[in-house]
């Protein structure tokens, strides 16, 4: 009897497709950290979709605070759709920016999601900032 592992063998194009995909809607948090550390930050926002507490204790640096469970047509209005809204949560152990880009991009916006989370974030020495959250203006 051969191993379950190999029970469902995929084609190297499946593989392609299937892991492509998957990369068009992840950020790492390495390459991530360099863009913030050269500068880069013109077209995308960071955002926490934990609650205003989480974002107090600790958020990305220029993160914005839009917790999933608060995302509507209306909270979102000021929102600038030419951008792409990078959520984050947690760890791989928390939903909430799933969440929070499944609820951005019914919406109708451009998302994607930080691997790991803050903590695979604060994992590899990466800076974080904390404070109440204010309200974010483009």
């Known amino acids: ?11 190297a194009a499946n593989a392609v497709e299937y892991f492509g995909r998957e990369l068009a809607f992840e950020v790492d948090p390495v390459d991530l950290a360099q863009d913030l550390a ?5 077209g995308y926002v960071l955002v926490e979709t934990r609650s205003p507490g989480a ?3 600790a958020h990305l640096p220029g993160a914005i605070c839009l917790p999933y469970r608060e995302m509507t047509e209306e909270s979102t209005r000021d929102l600038d759709r030419n951008l792409v809204y990078v959520c984050y949560c947690e760890s791989i152990y928390c939903n909430a920016a799933t969440q929070g880009a499944y609820r951005l991009a019914q919406l109708g ?4 999601r930080l691997s790991g989370g803050i903590t695979t974030w604060l994992a590899h020495g990466y800076p974080t900032e904390a404070g109440e959250p204010v309200p974010w203006t483009p």
């Open 38 to 42: 050269d500068g880069r930050t013109d």
């Open 109 to 112: 916006f451009t998302v994607k």
């Open 55 to 57: 974002y107090a204790e």
């Open 1 to 11: 009897m051969k191993p379950r592992i190999l029970s469902l063998p995929h084609e």
